[in-house]
């Protein structure tokens, strides 16, 4: 997991480990931090909260646990209120920071619709209960705040490619265009003679739906190819 503030980057490990790190882009190099209080696996979450200038952090795999670093000190604060009642974060959590009200909110994985909202000025989770995303949160969801126009968006992960919207004004969720899992691909078509000499290439990409290239050609040679699986993109006949 990554979280960006104040010109550094700040990065989580995983995988049941506790590294810890900043990568500061106008030096190009990579500082190694104080070791996250424990291990981190799926679901490591962290959040970078702009108003106190720390960074917030779930650990993950199945852990209540929330933390909070200071860069000031390079230490760890796990005095902080953990996830209410049974919710644990799982693969898929996913903290972001509203700029909006100055709270953290999250989506804790697991093939769970739970969203909530952390208010670091109490320390707790229990203040404001906003509403849930509609759909379930798999492993790769992802949650991320436009300081622009102040809404959330949210990718939900598990295979699926449902894009949502959340308006902290309204409180409500929006689906919004999925996110393209196909995508085109580049393709080449050469036209040989009769003794293999190249005498055109066609150049375009394919249909995102079925990765099929339509193309005329006014030519007499009889034409014959497919797609490579390679996926390379190149066919002659």
């Known amino acids: 997991s990554l979280a960006y503030g104040n010109g550094i980057l700040y990065a989580l490990r995983g995988g049941g480990a506790q590294d810890f790190w900043r990568y500061v882009p106008t030096l190009d190099i ?16 962290l959040t970078f909260n702009t108003n106190d200038a720390k960074v917030y952090a779930f650990q993950g795999g199945g852990s209540n646990a929330f933390w909070r670093y200071d860069p000031t000190t390079n230490t760890w604060d796990t005095s902080l209120s953990s996830l209410p009642g049974v919710l644990t974060a799982k693969s898929g959590a996913s903290l972001a920071f509203s700029s909006s009200n100055n709270n953290i909110y999250a989506l804790i994985g697991g093939n769970a619709q739970d969203f909530l909202q952390y208010q670091p000025s109490s320390n707790s989770w229990l203040i404001f209960d906003p509403t849930n995303i509609p759909v379930n949160v798999g492993p790769g969801g992802s949650l991320t705040f436009d300081n622009l126009n102040g809404f959330f968006y949210a990718l939900v992960g598990g295979g699926a490619a449902d894009l949502y919207e959340y308006s902290v004004s309204s409180d409500s969720w929006n689906a919004q265009a999925d996110f393209p899992l196909s995508y085109p691909r580049p393709i080449t078509i050469e036209i040989l003679d009769s003794i293999d000499n190249s005498l055109r290439l066609l150049e375009g990409l394919t249909d995102p739906a079925s990765y099929s290239f339509a193309f005329t050609y006014d030519g007499t040679i009889e034409l014959d190819g497919h797609i490579p699986q390679d996926g390379s993109g190149y066919v002659s006949g």
């Open 30 to 45: 990579w500082e190694v931090l104080d070791s996250t209080p424990s291990p981190v696996r799926g679901g490591g979450s």
